[in-house]
């Protein structure tokens, strides 16, 4: 059995090798690659390396003096406020929404699931509008509000709703997939051994997501970070109150700031690469773990 399994792979490959529709010449094939990398040089490497460069141009004493900006300072802890609270409420609906469509059959199941992917059809612009004509001062929650001293629009609030808002369907739009690809036998099998359900959930259901789950919060957290659109509208560009760093950097550059602008701006380019090497390594465990278990 063992023999049979480790050859299979190998038999795959030259299956593969042999069938004609997939065989193309060298000299495509090393147009294809020539294509590929050029255009990953000039649309991705290139930028990240001007970023970097703009960043140092005036030494690393003005790098790290932008970073040590008391406005920097406070676009980076609300970030991450807004991002440490996004995340775990996008995970908690997540894992709910894909449990409950992957393993539960009912009415307006359709409906539930085009609803997970509207942030990704509307606009953030939009999405933030809607939350300014819900809670702003001349909302439709804004008289009832301001009545009781509680303001949205313009502060934090605001900034996580719409950060929620942008970040919610990662999680779900992850697992509901996978979930519905293993199906509901072992599920099934511990409930009738008498599992309940947070016992089906914890010791079956996880271990067989914990990979795909946490690929979801990682892209879930990237995008948090890096939200601008929506944070924009909803935030008022308070200077060390509301700007998150997208937005702040935005206002540096707007004041022909560069060299801090460009210093700021590092910062998520740096977060752009831990979710990647993140995203890969992830990628990498789950790829090695399927095989064990084959």
């Avoid at 090798?17 to 060298?26: G, K, V, Y």
């Avoid at 809670?135 to 303001?151: M, Y």
């Avoid at 009738?192 to 914890?202: E, I, Y």
Wanted: with cysteine; aromatic share 10%; glycine share 6%.
């Amino acid at each position: 059995m063992t023999t049979t399994l480790s050859l299979a792979p190998a038999r795959a490959r030259a299956k593969y090798q042999d069938n004609p529709a997939t065989r193309e010449a060298p000299w495509v094939r090393l147009l294809l690659l020539a294509l590929g990398l050029g255009f990953f040089a000039l649309f991705l490497l290139l930028p990240l390396v001007a970023v970097f460069t703009e960043a140092l141009r005036k030494g690393w004493d003005a790098y790290f003096a932008a970073l040590a900006d008391p406005d920097a300072i406070s676009a980076v802890k609300l970030t991450l406020l807004a991002a440490a609270i996004a995340v775990p409420l996008n995970l908690v609906f997540g894992v709910s929404a894909a449990w409950l469509i992957a393993k539960h059959d009912f009415r307006g199941k359709q409906l539930l699931t085009t609803f997970i992917d509207l942030p990704f059809s509307v606009s953030p612009v939009v999405a933030g509008l809607m939350y300014v004509l819900l809670f702003g001062a001349q909302g439709w929650l804004g008289p009832w509000l301001e009545a009781h001293d509680l303001k949205i629009i313009f502060a934090v609030p605001g900034i996580v709703l719409a950060t929620v808002f942008v970040t919610f369907p990662f999680v779900a739009r992850e697992l509901i997939p996978l979930m519905q690809a293993q199906g509901r036998d072992e599920e099934e099998a511990a409930t009738v051994l008498g599992a309940s359900g947070w016992q089906t959930f914890r010791r079956v259901t996880l271990p067989n997501i914990k990979w795909g789950l946490l690929y979801g919060v990682i892209l879930c957290n990237a995008r948090a970070m890096g939200e601008f659109g929506a944070v924009s509208v909803v935030s008022g560009h308070i200077r060390g109150l509301t700007n998150t760093l997208p937005l702040q950097v935005e206002i540096l550059y707007n004041e022909y700031q560069f060299s801090a602008a460009f210093a700021v701006a590092s910062l998520l380019a740096l977060l752009a690469l831990v979710t990647l090497v993140l995203k890969q390594i992830v990628e990498w465990r789950a790829g090695h773990a399927a095989q064990k278990e084959e």
